[in-house]
């Protein structure tokens, strides 16, 4: 069974960076075809898909982000990590760590998520 | 970016009653469609993919399907479980998204 941990300061200053790692456990990161995707999601709001990355390295981002993301992987920690630089108050959220996010690979398992609050 | 709209965006049911969940891609995804429940405080879970693949573990009263370009999942018999928010996705094109969600209340 594909475990994932979000883990992460829980408060960020406003154009600080935000820094969180997943680690999987009972299946290694970097085995078969799998993406490794964040998501977050606003208190009382919707979901948002923030970016994926491949084993190999190679990721997609959410245009909306308007690159201050950044999604890296470490196979031999089985973790990969989202950073997301000059955050404001609109970044505050649950961040949720996910495998999957490929046309026919959807989010099949996830991290418990984590709150990020951005505020001085 | 594929804009997912979901209807209703909530509903009240009693348990036993059937209820349809609607959702709306603003282009053609295919059969690129997922459907996912929310209860509060916890991360979605992955019900049905690719508009009518039930997960493993999932009870049969769920079941997805398609017609022409809407996309639904139906409760056959709802439980109180199943009381929670409902998203659709599409895995057609990146940026992955979202519809708005359907939250099923109890009445």
């Known amino acids: 069974q594909v475990q994932l941990q979000e883990s992460g300061p829980g408060l960020v200053k406003p154009s600080q960076t935000l820094s969180l790692t997943c680690t999987v456990s009972g299946g290694s990161i970097s085995s078969g075809s799998y993406y490794w995707s964040w998501i977050r999601q606003p208190a009382g709001k919707g979901l948002e898909w923030i970016g994926r990355i491949h084993s190999s390295g190679s990721t997609n981002y959410n245009p909306s982000l308007k690159g201050r993301v950044t999604i890296s992987v470490d196979t031999s920690k089985s973790q990969f990590s989202l950073k997301l630089n000059s955050v404001t108050a609109a970044d505050t959220a649950v961040y949720y760590c996910a495998r999957g996010g490929a046309m026919v690979a959807p989010f099949d398992y996830w991290g418990q998520g984590i709150l990020v609050t951005v505020s001085s | 970016d594929i804009q997912m709209t979901q209807s209703p965006s909530s509903l009240s049911a009693s348990v036993g009653d059937s209820v349809t969940i609607t959702c709306r891609p603003s282009q053609s995804i295919s059969t690129f469609l997922n459907w996912f429940q929310q209860k509060p405080g916890k991360a979605p879970k992955l019900l049905i993919s690719?508009?009518?693949s039930l997960q493993s573990g999932v009870p049969s009263r769920f079941s997805g399907s398609a017609s022409g370009t809407d996309f639904t999942l139906t409760i056959s018999s709802l439980q109180p479980e199943d009381f929670a928010t409902y998203y659709c996705?599409?895995?057609?094109?990146?940026?992955?998204?979202f519809g708005q969600g359907t939250k099923v209340e109890i009445k």
């Open positions: 690719a508009v009518s």
């Open positions: 996705q599409q895995s057609y094109n990146i940026p992955w998204t």
